[in-house]
């Protein structure tokens, strides 16, 4: 029996023995993979049908985010009136994404209804017809929306700095004016549906409470059709990077803060130095108690936030330090980020402020594990980077052994300031 008169002992997180459950792997008649995580106390799954359907492979600039939005405005059975009150019918959620390399179709619903929904999932992905008026309606919102976001400063940091880093042609660093938006139309559409979503290539994730025929539901709706796994590695897109590394750029003379992005090439998951530089980030600017914070917002009072993170691509990354301050602390800012770089290049971390990233590390790893559709995001994007479970583990390893000196190394061969590009727009 427990006694509540004795506080129960405190762990640090670094302790925990952390546990990725088992993902369950079977094959559809076409070859289809289908990663599965039956997991949860509540009647709900979540699938989503994960296609290599993104910009990296569009011809024409904004088809492969255009065809994503429209699967669900239409078949040649139903309006788009119809499949979104289909959906809410079963009181489930359809949704779609499109990213640099991939496009998403995700259902969320009570686990009893799957068989009554993926049909007409199916269909999106088979049949949808991009009709006329709503491809026009999709265009005037997009124009409107764009015409919105350019007025702010910090949606032109955003697209400017990938262009930067990657090159205005590559598809992390390419972006859509209203004149590309103008010039899509149905046939663009159609043919990237018929190549990249009805004979795609395409991996499939289910995770929650999961019934027991789930194979069989899936392989009957999904196994038949003319899908493949994906065979071969994604072409890889040369990177040409800008020569010029410092701008500075006026886009709204009337507003009170500006935006600010710093950003460098970096490699992905796969290089040695990748998990370690996490552990270095989050020192850096990658949590609220980070140096960048505890400096720029909680000392200087520069910006309410300010944070650096390495980008999720499956090729090329970048590492980015990214805020909004006022137009007359801009320059400022800066000069405050390099100067955490230097204190990171030339002095240890102190044991304390380790372990408190440590801690904070492990314990969001641990809240990422709470769930089923958490768990299945780890899976994710362990699967879709061509990686094993091993790296989950090798990771942890890292955070709880880096020590103070390898994290110095890293931050005098990542953290210069010459290596990175500097944007500020006001």
Known sequence: MINRTQAPEIK???????????????????????????????????????????????????????TNALLKNGTSTKSAFELNEHFEYYGAYCNRACYNETAVVSLSTLSKHLSALIPVVKEMITDSVFAEEELDTFKQNSKQRLAVNVKKSDFIAGRLIDSYVFGDDHPYGKYSNEEDIDALNRVALQDFFNTYYVKGNLVIFVSGKLPNDLAQQLNAVFGKLPLQAMKDKIAYFPVSPATTKKYFIQNDADGVQ?????????????????MKVMVLNTVFGGYFGSRLMSNIREDKGYTYGIHSFVQNHLQESAWMISTEAGKDVCTATTEEVYREMKLLRETLIDEEELLLVRNYLMGTILGDLDGPFQIMGRWK????????????????????NIS?????????????????YELIVI
């Open 12 to 66: 640090d997180a670094v302790s925990f023995n952390l546990q990725l459950k088992p993902c369950e792997t079977f094959t559809l008649d076409n070859g289809v993979p289908v990663y599965a995580v039956n997991a949860g106390a509540e009647e709900v799954l979540q699938i989503e049908l994960v296609f290599y359907a993104g910009n990296h492979f569009e011809k024409q600039k904004a088809v492969a985010s255009a």
């Open 404 to 420: 103070a000196e390898e994290l110095r190394e890293l931050a005098k061969k990542y953290l210069e300031p010459d290596q990175f």
């Open 258 to 274: 500006g935006a600010i992005r710093l950003a460098r090439q970096f490699p992905n998951r796969h290089h040695p130095d990748f």
């Open 381 to 400: 994007n362990i699967v879709l980077n061509g990686l094993t479970a091993d790296y989950f583990y090798d990771s942890i390893e890292t955070i709880k």
